[in-house]
């Protein structure tokens, strides 16, 4: 499904990505691991068509996610480390993904319910006016609403109490299968129920690549 | 087309709730108020009155603090996002990046253009109302050269919004564009004429190709069809063309650059890392 070829992204004098080869196949649950400026972010941006690379290529189900970013991004649910501080309220920012993602407002409503986050009570509320928990919650609905076969959730779990990261974590179980889900994570604790590959990376290379 | 659309009008919903949105409709509302207070449809000035007299004033205030109204509130609109990461989130779903730049670009439009236009229409309602003169004319070329005008900015602040990571450097070049295009080159080409070392037309040349300077010439054209006011400057320009073709090329020439500058942000915007 996603097939890295000897990706090398620099900034300016700086390797982000060194020469890394890997593929992520259907029903894999990676935890993409590494210390900080390991390249994991721009690994998951080079595969969402943000980076041009220096070298080598990224390829999802064959598409380069730069010149076929439209086709390549309706197989992709992406969570971000932070949310961002969109000024849209609620119900304009589900406006946005259901028209241009096709993803059916209730089905956003049903997995917001899931995760204990109320969304009729704040749909006129701005997304950045809400709280760090509950913004994560709506990304993660939004994520599992769009029904792609690629999940990409870049620690996802840092703004979730306990009780949300259960919800968050049963929400998965159940929708994991014939997937690809790539988890970015310090934690592997958290997430070894659900992974069954871990990489590592260090330095823009990828230093391990092990089965769980 | 819908995704396109989609943006436009998620972005001027946004903009209508902006604070800077408030303070610049009231700006451009309250102009007009002001004139209306302060009389400046009874005063006479070179033969100026009524309406005339008040459209006069708006335009002279409006070629200052427009364009820099729209830089600083527009020049952002990527490099915003790009810096707080919102670019990051939002075009994670799947929408050209034609249909979100593009879609950007018709929103702000929007947002930049309405009130500078509308705050003309209170002015001719009210000057209605008050049993004045409508000066039609003038209001029509006023409106074309309000739109060419608030194209120009808008296509630059985009075009410095598409390569600038940070949304404060994007800020100062706004700020040294609005700056060189406003003063910078009146004093240089003033001085260089003074110089004697360049041929007149050629100074005058580079004066006209200035979207503030055509747009400060075609406002008083209308008035002042010989350019009088002008002085010997005004014999360069209409002996070249005639009063009608300035007045197209003043409202066509400004819209060329913001398309232009427009088009050059879109191509740096799609070859570039997004974020």
């Not at chain 1, 990706?7 to 691991?33: P, Q, R, W, Y």
């Not at chain 2, 007299?53 to 509130?73: A, E």
Request: aromatic letters at 12%; one cysteine or more; charged letters at 20%.
């Amino acid at each position: 499904m996603i097939k890295i070829d000897n990706l090398t992204k620099k900034f300016g004098a700086h390797i982000s990505l060194d020469n890394v080869s890997c593929e992520f196949n259907k029903n894999e649950s990676i935890a993409l691991m590494g210390a900080n400026g390991a390249g994991k972010t721009t690994l998951i941006r080079s595969i969402l068509g943000y980076y041009h690379p220096d070298e080598g290529s990224v390829a999802i189900n064959g598409l380069d996610p730069i010149k076929h970013r439209i086709n390549v991004l309706q197989e992709i649910s992406f969570v971000p480390q932070l949310p961002p501080p969109i000024k849209l309220n609620i119900d304009e920012l589900i406006q946005y993904i259901s028209i241009s993602a096709n993803v059916d407002k209730e089905k956003i409503m049903h997995y917001a319910n899931e995760m204990k986050l109320d969304l009729k009570a704040n749909l006129n509320k701005s997304f950045f006016k809400l709280s760090g928990g509950m913004k994560q919650k709506l990304l993660i609905a939004i994520s599992l609403a769009k029904k792609s076969t690629i999940i990409i959730y870049d620690e996802p779990t840092a703004n979730l109490d306990p009780k949300a990261r259960d919800d968050f974590y049963r929400l998965l179980k159940q929708n994991e299968e014939e997937k690809v889900l790539l988890f970015v994570t310090h934690r592997l604790e958290e997430v070894k129920d659900l992974v069954n590959r871990q990489i590592y990376m260090d330095l823009g290379k990828v230093v391990s690549d092990e089965k769980i | 087309m819908k995704n396109l659309y989609l943006i436009a009008y998620l972005d001027l919903k946004e903009s209508l709730r902006a604070k800077w949105f408030v303070v610049y409709s009231l700006v451009f509302g309250g102009l007009i108020a002001l004139f209306f207070i302060a009389g400046v449809t009874e005063s006479q000035v070179m033969g100026f009155s009524g309406l005339s007299r008040l459209l006069l004033m708006y335009i002279q205030i409006t070629i200052v603090i427009l364009p820099i109204f729209i830089l600083i509130t527009t020049v952002r609109s990527i490099s915003g996002d790009r810096d707080n990461h919102i670019l990051e989130y939002m075009l994670s779903f799947p929408i050209s990046l034609k249909q979100y730049y593009w879609g950007k670009i018709i929103g702000r439009f929007i947002t930049v253009y309405l009130p500078v236009l509308f705050a003309m229409v209170i002015a001719i309602v009210y000057g209605a109302f008050k049993g004045a003169d409508i000066p039609w004319s003038i209001f029509f070329l006023y409106t074309g050269l309000l739109f060419a005008m608030s194209s120009a900015f808008l296509g630059i602040a985009f075009f410095i919004s598409s390569f600038v990571k940070s949304s404060e450097v994007a800020l100062g070049i706004a700020f040294f564009v609005w700056i060189f295009l406003l003063a910078f080159i009146d004093i240089a080409l003033i001085s260089l004429m003074m110089q004697n070392r360049f041929n007149e037309e050629l100074i005058i040349f580079i004066a006209m190709i200035n979207p503030m300077e055509i747009f400060r010439v075609a406002a008083i054209s209308l008035f002042d069809p010989e350019l009088t006011v002008m002085g010997p400057v005004a014999f360069y320009i209409l002996d070249s063309m005639s009063q009608g073709v300035f007045v197209l090329i003043s409202i066509g020439y400004p819209l060329a650059v913001g398309l232009f500058f427009a088009f050059l942000g879109f191509k740096i915007f799609e070859k570039k890392d997004l974020v």
